[in-house]
């Protein structure tokens, strides 16, 4: 099945700053790749998502890079703001979602 | 927020009793999962249902249970057999039973078994 492997697990980064988070996937058919952002105490919840026909994906301060040759893809966050802070989840879909361990990105002021 | 919910928010049960967690969704989608989420892990998935009266084992089936009977509605019972049970679950669903879909979950519900 389906390997997800999510790195850095902790990050921490100064306000304003960019945040990048990276994934490895092992299923070369895996072909939906959703990025999860979870607050303390409640449901993840969709922020992005890409799918394995397209190389990049951006909606406004976020944007998905994926490169399918060497399987794997990333979340960049710029000018990072409080808000930002939360854990962030991977994932990667062949015929059901597989998660990375996920990332926790506190924002300093 | 609305649309999937679980029931309840948190649950304390005794070792050896079976304890079933509610899942109800109104946003008429085929498909309902089951996740385990443990501290340091990802969401781990326990089971899913594409379609009514039918549901599939996911990575960690064992000592758990789901039944399919309504299309908004799909029920864990998290039994004895399961030798960790302390953890957080959280419910989703997605409009079709791809998992190419967004999937949109339900607030969780934290059991304790002690």
């Known amino acids: 099945g389906e390997n997800v492997e999510q790195h850095p697990s902790t990050l921490s980064v100064q306000e304003g700053d960019s945040a990048v988070i990276k994934c490895t996937y092992s299923?070369?058919?895996?072909?939906?790749f959703p990025w999860y952002k979870q607050e303390l105490g409640k449901r993840p919840q969709l922020i992005i998502d890409?799918?394995?026909?397209?190389g990049e994906k951006k909606d406004q301060r976020i944007a998905v890079t994926l490169n399918k040759t060497a399987k794997h893809f990333s979340l960049h966050i710029t000018e990072t703001q409080p808000e930002d802070s939360a854990v962030y989840f991977c994932?990667?879909?062949?015929?059901?979602?597989?998660f990375g361990a996920g990332t926790t990105v506190t924002v300093r002021a | 927020d609305g649309g999937i919910t679980q029931s309840p928010k948190y649950l304390f049960r005794k070792e050896g009793q079976n304890v079933t967690l509610s899942c109800e969704q109104n946003?008429?989608?085929?498909?309902m999962y089951w996740y385990r989420q443990d501290p340091g892990q990802g969401l781990r998935l326990i089971y899913y249902?594409?379609?009514?009266?039918?549901?599939q084992k996911g990575d960690i089936a064992e000592g758990y249970s789901v039944s399919r009977e309504k299309k908004e509605s799909f029920p864990l019972t998290v039994t004895s057999a399961q030798k960790n049970p302390t953890a957080f679950y959280l419910c989703?669903?997605?409009?079709?039973?791809?998992?190419?879909?967004?999937?949109?979950f339900g607030p969780g519900t934290r059991l304790t078994v002690t």
């Open positions: 299923d070369s058919a895996s072909n939906y």
């Open positions: 994932a990667a879909a062949d015929y059901k979602l597989s």
């Open positions: 989703a669903s997605s409009i079709a039973p791809d998992s190419s879909y967004e999937q949109y």
């Open positions: 890409i799918r394995s026909n397209v």
């Open positions: 946003l008429n989608h085929d498909a």
């Open positions: 249902s594409q379609i009514v009266n039918d549901f």
